[in-house]
């Protein structure tokens, strides 16, 4: 599913307008995505946590020639999700 098949569902399941549904996806996006570079975390309590993680500095290789290289340490994203939705994938 991609953002347009996301934004049609939305907008029948609520009973929205398309540009709506589209404004309040949007919306969230920008919320987490806002919310994340600041360092902080959302929780949707069973559903997950969008949260940000550090990941270290290590050593890689370049894939076409094999020599090594170094991979900077970086700030990433990351989800875990919630029990309901890890019960529902389930079934």
């Known amino acids: 599913m991609n953002k347009t098949e996301l ?14 549904a589209e404004q309040a996806v949007d919306a969230a996006l920008k919320c987490i995505e806002e919310q994340l570079a600041q360092g902080g975390e959302i929780t949707l309590t069973g559903f997950g946590k969008f949260h940000v993680a550090e990941r270290g500095a290590r050593q890689g290789r370049n894939p076409q020639t094999g020599a090594p ?7 990433v994203p990351r989800f875990s999700a919630g029990s309901k939705l890890k019960e529902s994938v389930k079934r």
């Open 7 to 20: 934004v049609e569902q939305i907008a029948q399941k609520a009973d929205l307008s398309r540009r709506e």
């Open 69 to 75: 290289i170094q991979i900077a340490a970086a700030r």
